[in-house]
């Protein structure tokens, strides 16, 4: 496949599928701005843009779509969801619904050596953070609410948490990670999901979760609102009101 001229798509894990490159392709030419939230999407263009088949193209597409990041037009191809601060909002309701019901169950199930390891994970994660870490940084983030919602036992809501937030995360990795003036916060709110582990204190997990990913939104919400990232909810309503005129 060619590589993307921008986002981290274009240096994909050994042995990736050739589809989920293609995803990934997509996303970082969405967050860099190459493809605009509203913009149609046909199999022909991305198979001459990314240089494989229709068949990875396709699948590619179609996974986006049951992850809400695209909508399929009748006969038309699919266009690209509208990152609005409406969209960001919901994803998040859906994020912190999800989150916080696995944090809850994880500390009714963690045994001494889950809660070693997450502590031991926190703290590397901690002084990754407070070297300007970045991205990598971030990445590490991704691992340790990971191991945490792994201990729940439930598969099936870590995969919808997994595609239905795929598109936030990389508009977050757009901005290049942490930066100095959250470093303390996001440690902090760290710290209190350990704590509520630690004691195996179901409610106070679920609701130190529920706080990390609040502000995690309002964090990312001011980052969008100063750089002004959001595309406008009058244009989306818009768009979706001709896309429907034009399938009927």
């Given amino acids: 496949m060619k590589a993307s001229p921008h986002g981290s798509a274009s240096v994909p ?38 240089g494989v088949s229709h068949m990875p193209i396709r699948e590619a597409l179609r996974q986006l779509e049951g992850e809400g990041i695209l909508i399929s037009l009748a006969h038309r191809g699919f266009k690209i969801e509208a990152v609005t601060e409406g969209y960001i ?16 169950r994880a500390a009714e199930l963690a045994t001494d050596e889950d809660i070693g390891d997450i502590r031991r994970m926190h703290e590397e994660l901690s002084a990754l953070i407070r070297t300007g870490g970045g991205m990598p940084a971030a990445l590490e983030n ?40 959250t470093f303390e916060a996001v440690i902090a709110e760290h710290e209190k999901m350990v704590v509520a582990l630690e004691r195996k204190d179901p409610k106070a997990a679920g609701d130190a979760v529920f706080d990390h ?26 768009d979706e009101k001709t896309s429907q005129r034009t399938a009927s």
Avoid: C, W
């Fill in 13 to 50: 894990p050994l042995n990736e599928p050739v589809y989920l490159r293609v995803k990934r392709a997509i996303l970082a030419d969405l967050v860099s701005g190459e493809f605009q939230p509203g913009m149609h999407l046909t199999i022909d263009a991305l198979t001459s843009r990314y």
């Fill in 89 to 104: 909002r919901r994803i998040y309701d859906i994020r912190v619904g999800i989150e916080s019901l696995l944090a809850h």
């Fill in 142 to 181: 991704v691992k340790f609410h990971k191991r945490i919602y792994s201990i729940a036992r439930n598969p099936e809501a870590e995969l919808i948490l997994e595609g239905r937030t795929r598109v936030v995360r990389t508009v977050g990795d757009g901005f290049g990670g942490y930066t100095p003036d």
């Fill in 213 to 238: 990913v609040t502000a995690a939104r309002d964090r990312l919400l001011g980052k969008m609102a100063k750089t002004h990232h959001f595309a406008s909810e009058i244009s989306e309503q818009t």
